[in-house]
């Protein structure tokens, strides 16, 4: 948890240099006529107004892949939190994500995450938004097996150094609100020591809401 909150403390002193530099040019007299026709449809169409932040929470498939070879199927759902910094390719991204199974005897079995770093857009903001990111933190794991056939009731827990790196799409239905139509990850972390990772590949879908847009 500590190196999670290194991260996002370097990432919110990054935001708040690159909003204290991003100061609009000194506006210029224009013909209201003539920005009127200088405005294509297509522009007008396909271009979206950038928020500063916005929220987005939603449902998750994992396919969490053990180092036994074994993969369990687990149900859950995300929340993030992204800060535009440069004003339409570049934010910064704090994600929490979470899975979980119950698989009978073997134990109720959960994945969590915590992780923060960059988002991109390629293609910038527009009404359909194309993004990736690359994010770092920490995850947890936590099974927990209940008593049986005389044998007390157990429950493991670990953490571990977690990334992840993916991408997906948002269409925007309002000005404030879009749809998470795909988002998809692929996550590594090391919960059991030694050389071999456990992976995790996540679908999500999602809504979204955008502050301050501009």
């Given at each position: 948890?500590?190196?999670?909150?290194?991260?996002?403390?370097?990432?919110?002193?990054?935001?708040?240099?690159?909003?204290?530099?991003?100061?609009?040019?000194?506006?210029?007299?224009?013909?209201?006529?003539?920005?009127?026709?200088?405005?294509?449809?297509?522009?007008?169409?396909?271009?979206?107004?950038?928020?500063?932040?916005e929220?987005?929470?939603?449902?998750?498939?994992?396919r969490?892949?053990?180092?036994?070879?074994?993969?369990?199927?687990?149900?859950?759902?995300?929340?993030?939190?992204?800060?535009?910094?440069?004003?339409?390719?570049?934010?910064?991204?704090?994600q929490?994500?979470?899975?979980?199974?119950?698989?009978?005897?073997?134990?109720?079995?959960?994945?969590?995450?915590?992780?923060?770093?960059?988002?991109?857009?390629?293609?910038?903001?527009r009404?359909?938004?194309?993004?990736?990111?690359?994010?770092?933190?920490?995850?947890?794991?936590?099974?927990?097996?209940?008593?049986?056939?005389?044998?007390?009731?157990?429950?493991?827990?670990?953490?571990?150094?977690?990334?992840?790196?993916?991408?997906?799409?948002?269409v925007?239905v309002?000005?404030?609100?879009?749809?998470?139509?795909?988002?998809?990850?692929?996550?590594?972390?090391?919960?059991?020591?030694?050389t071999?990772?456990?992976?995790?590949?996540?679908?999500?879908?999602?809504?979204?809401?955008?502050?301050?847009?501009?």
């Amino acid at each position: 948890m500590q190196k999670l909150l290194g991260v996002s403390i370097l990432l919110i002193l990054f935001a708040n240099v690159a909003a204290a530099q991003d100061v609009p040019a000194t506006p210029q007299a224009t013909t209201p006529a003539k920005d009127s026709a200088d405005s294509s449809p297509q522009d007008t169409a396909t271009r979206a107004s950038i928020s500063k932040t916005e929220i987005s929470g939603g449902f998750t498939l994992h396919r969490y892949y053990e180092i036994s070879g074994n993969t369990q199927t687990m149900l859950g759902g995300y929340a993030d939190i992204e800060h535009n910094i440069i004003q339409r390719w570049l934010g910064a991204e704090i994600q929490v994500s979470g899975g979980y199974r119950n698989q009978g005897a073997p134990g109720k079995l959960g994945i969590y995450t915590v992780m923060a770093g960059p988002v991109f857009y390629p293609l910038g903001h527009r009404k359909v938004t194309v993004f990736g990111h690359i994010l770092v933190g920490e995850g947890y794991y936590r099974n927990s097996i209940a008593a049986s056939a005389g044998f007390p009731a157990q429950v493991n827990t670990r953490t571990s150094f977690a990334w992840t790196g993916g991408g997906g799409l948002d269409v925007n239905v309002t000005h404030h609100l879009a749809v998470r139509l795909a988002q998809f990850d692929y996550t590594q972390e090391k919960f059991f020591g030694g050389t071999i990772h456990e992976s995790d590949t996540r679908i999500s879908v999602g809504i979204v809401y955008h502050f301050g847009g501009r």
